[in-house]
């Protein structure tokens, strides 16, 4: 991790299982293209299968549709004519043998130092499925495999499903993506704390009072009833993305920037996470959801998540980590806001403005390109001594490195690549995530309606006070000149 020039990349056969569901269409399909396109894999082969019953040329249209729609820029008809060829389907009944052949026709052409990577983009209790079917095929050597959440449903399945797996694949072979730590923020988060000097001596509970980790989407099901049904606000996202940033922000300064260390240091903040209490955690669902096609009219699905996470190790002893997401929601945002301690006395009187906008507040936002915010309270100008809070900003947006910024799928599928595994997440941190989620999964808290193009059900204020959600924000981000 972290070159600049990556590392240079062996010839690869992608073998893409689920490559006609959403998330192929949204990003792994666009996200090919463009590493191949972008000399970052130059000798990549597609291989595509679904349950779908397609040929070839089928998909090549569909994957057409889906660059066009979700990549980054229109295709050149010579652009296309390039990535077409290097895309086949294979419909997956055709069983094992098939699949075998399409592969090894691939790496044929590719060359003997091929490699094999296999993206699971499949619901969980396909996973199993598909590792079977990759161990019939003879295509477990030589090979990778990259894997989607949720991993499991709870610790038991996610045991079994670990287990499962490393029947066929060691760990070495696995790579379980958490997209949110492809994202550049979030790899920015780890410049932040360790390439400065700064800031990690404040980083405790010494000087920081709570840190909000908030990601509210405004998207709606999107068509994802099935999966969302099964699924969940808390298994969607929580126990995947927002605890994984929770981790980057706040591990122990690992030994190298190198996977293993990465890993070790995550893992104990999982290890001395608290169980989750139910009393702390807010569950909603959306006014409206049960009416919604493929909903159960009796759902108890939550649409909308709000808990207290708490990390009992010297560094955090005492501050509260509050989380929130949910869909249906007023605005899609996606950030991390650190709220410090106040002056111990101020020598300000009231009425001058003094902590009269909160504490000082560090913000990353999670934005595609990285934002950040420092407030800190500031003189208004002219006479007497009233108090303003003011901050520092910077967006990467702003800069003119903006265009090198990968996307979080393209990022991970890359280091995949590359045998990288600093920014994936171990079977171990998997484990210990649902361990510490057990007593929320046992006694779910009823959920709570809330309207549609809200911030959340009311309960959300009781369970943060005395202290206030920063979002929505009460001064916007400064806008680009
Ligand atoms: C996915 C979830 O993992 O992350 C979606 O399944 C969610 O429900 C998405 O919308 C959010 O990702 P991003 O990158 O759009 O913030």
Known sequence: MGQDAPPQTDPHVVVL???????????????????????????????????????????????????????????????????????????????????????????????PDTRLLHYLSVPPRAATIVVK????????KNARIIMEKPFGTDLASAVKLNAAIHEVFDESQIFRIDHFLGKEPAQNILAFRFANGLFEPIWNRNFIEHIQIDVPESLTLEGRAQFYEQTGAFKDMVVTHLFQILAFMAMEPP?????????????????????????????????GYREEPGVSPESDTETFIALKAEIGNWRWAGVPF??????????????????????????????????????????????????????????????GMRLDKLSLQFAMQETDRVGDVLEAYERLILDAMHGDHTLFTTSEGIERLWEISQPLLDDPP??????????????????????????PFERVWRAKK
């Open 17 to 111: 299982f689920g490559a006609t569901g959403d998330l192929a269409k949204r990003k792994l399909i666009p996200g090919l293209f463009y590493l191949s396109q972008h000399l970052l894999c130059p000798n990549m082969r597609i291989v595509a299968t679904s349950l779908d019953d397609l040929d070839t040329e089928q998909f090549r249209t569909a994957a057409k549709e889906a660059v066009h729609s979700f990549g980054r820029k229109q295709l050149t008809p010579d652009e296309w004519a390039a990535f077409e060829k290097i895309v086949t389907y294979v419909p997956q009944g055709k069983g094992p043998g098939v699949l075998a052949e399409a592969v090894a026709e691939q790496q044929t052409e590719l060359g």
């Open 446 to 471: 009823p959920v709570r309606g809330y309207d549609a193009g809200s911030w959340g059900p009311n309960a959300i204020h009781q369970l943060i006070a005395p202290r206030a959600w920063r979002l």
């Open 133 to 140: 079917t990759l161990e019939e095929a003879g295509l477990v």
């Open 322 to 383: 509050y989380l929130r997401t949910g869909k249906y929601l007023a605005a899609g945002q996606r950030i991390i806001s650190i709220a410090f301690r106040e002056p111990p006395s101020s020598m300000f009187p009231a009425g001058s403005g003094i902590g009269a906008h909160g504490p000082n507040h560090l913000t990353f936002d999670l934005a595609d390109a990285s934002k950040m915010s420092l407030s800190f309270y500031g003189k208004r100008p002219g006479p």
């Open 255 to 287: 030994t190298e920037l190198a996977p293993q260390a990465i890993s070790i240091e995550k893992n104990k903040v999982f290890r001395s996470m608290k169980p989750l209490e139910p009393a702390n955690v807010v569950r909603g669902q959306v006014r």
